[in-house]
């Protein structure tokens, strides 16, 4: 069970460096962001940060097509 765990934490900060790195690549704040696809910056800043272990694919599709970024 702690291996699953360890897992997803991993996971979970691996996509926020990658969601990070794209936003940051084209010069855009967390309310940039938040202004273009209605994703508040308070959930982007958790994404980013690696706390939202489960993020839902509604708000990742939307985060890929404004950021321009491959989540499949």
């Given at each position: ?6 897992n997803?934490?991993?996971s979970?900060?691996?996509l ?6 794209a ?13 273009e696809?209605?994703v ?6 958790q994404?980013e940060g690696?706390?939202i272990?489960q993020p ?10 404004f950021l321009?970024a491959?989540?499949?």
């Open positions: 069970m702690l291996d699953i765990y360890s997803m934490e991993a979970a900060d691996q926020g460096l990658y969601l990070r790195s936003r940051t690549r084209i010069g855009l704040t967390l309310r940039d962001v938040e202004r696809t209605g508040s910056n308070a959930y982007l800043s994404l690696g706390k272990k839902s694919p509604a708000v990742l599709q939307k985060l890929a097509d321009e491959d989540f499949m």
